[in-house]
């Protein structure tokens, strides 16, 4: 089970940056999936989800900023935030809903850093 996230950098407040988590080593088709990120010092905390369906759920904080969607052909997820705000920096990572209580799991998340 592996979960790559990519895509994150430094960008100024106001600008957009689209996350792509690669997933393997499981029916990807077949899970829940979700971003979290995760603040110095402080536990990791769900920024949004998506069915297996492929129904959204999104924290308020960051509802009609940030969208998730997801390509089980390709077996990947996406986030694709935008006007971003400096409180959004944080490491994001995503994992499957399955395996994200107990065992290692988590992949080495990517790094968003919002500032002017």
């Known amino acids: 089970v592996q979960f790559v996230e990519s895509g994150g950098g430094v960008v100024q407040p106001g600008g957009s940056l689209t996350l792509s988590c690669a997933a393997s080593?499981?029916?990807?088709?077949?899970?829940?999936m979700s971003w979290y990120r995760q603040f110095p010092g402080e536990e990791r905390e769900l920024v949004a989800g998506?069915?297996?369906?492929?129904?959204?759920n999104l924290v308020d904080s960051v509802k009609g900023r940030f969208t998730i969607s997801r390509d089980n052909s390709k077996a990947t997820v996406t986030l694709q935030m935008n006007s971003l705000k400096r409180e959004d920096t944080a490491v994001y990572y995503c994992?499957?809903?399955?395996?994200?209580?107990?065992?290692?799991?988590w992949g080495q998340g990517t790094q968003v850093t919002v500032s002017s």
């Open positions: 994992i499957a809903d399955r395996f994200s209580a107990g065992g290692d799991y």
């Open positions: 080593g499981f029916m990807f088709s077949w899970n829940a």
């Open positions: 998506i069915s297996i369906g492929g129904y959204p």
